[in-house]
């Protein structure tokens, strides 16, 4: 067996049972990314808004 395969299967090192799971790893990068995203939208928004 390749070692991608072994990889993908977690056959390389030892698996700790405490571990996030990688779906919710990947679901706080996804809400990590809109955060950032929404701040940028309002501080490009404040930019844009005219003074006076």
């Known amino acids: 067996m390749s070692t991608f395969n072994k990889a993908f299967k977690g056959e390389l090192v030892a698996q700790d049972a ?5 779906e919710v ?5 996804k809400k990590s990314r809109r955060d950032e995203t929404m701040l940028e939208k309002k501080s490009k928004a404040k930019l844009k808004t005219p003074k006076g």
Request: charged share 30%; aromatic share 0%; proline share 10%.
């Open 18 to 22: 405490n571990d996030v799971p990688a």
């Open 25 to 29: 790893l990947s679901e706080r990068v």
